[in-house]
């Protein structure tokens, strides 16, 4: 059974660091994975993806040099360093299989886990 499951996530202040961890069943860690967001009222936003195979990864301008994909194989998990958080960077953030190039990332499928809520904020 395909599952994504998001954690990780709470309330940081600006400047602040969160690690979220993004575990999957069902799905290969060398096809695509991305990290997605949505804001209250916005649309769901690519962040980030990685592509074990193809040796890509991608950010979002939002968040390059900030944040920082990376994959344990054997965890079966996928993680998001986020560093120095804005408070733009609050949302709901999804993990997923997904289309991951050098230049973008869209989501593979119509549904979304639960995800996990990073909220920035003093």
């Known amino acids: 059974q395909l599952q994504f499951v998001e954690s990780g996530g709470g309330l940081v202040q600006p400047g602040g660091s969160l690690r979220l961890s993004c575990v999957v069943s069902?799905?290969?860690?060398?096809?695509?994975i991305g990290w997605f967001r949505q804001a209250p009222g916005k649309e769901h936003e690519g962040v980030s993806c990685?592509?074990?195979?193809?040796?890509?990864?991608y950010y979002a301008d939002s968040v390059k040099g900030r944040f920082t994909i990376s994959r344990d194989i054997a965890r079966n998990t996928v993680y998001l360093q986020m560093n120095n958080l804005e408070p733009e960077d609050t949302a709901v953030y999804y993990c997923?299989?997904?289309?991951?190039?050098?230049?973008?990332?869209?989501?593979?499928?119509?549904?979304w886990g639960q995800g996990t809520q990073v909220t920035v904020s003093s």
């Open positions: 069902g799905f290969s860690l060398d096809y695509g």
């Open positions: 990685i592509n074990g195979r193809a040796g890509i990864t």
């Open positions: 997923a299989a997904a289309h991951c190039w050098a230049r973008g990332t869209s989501k593979k499928g119509n549904d």
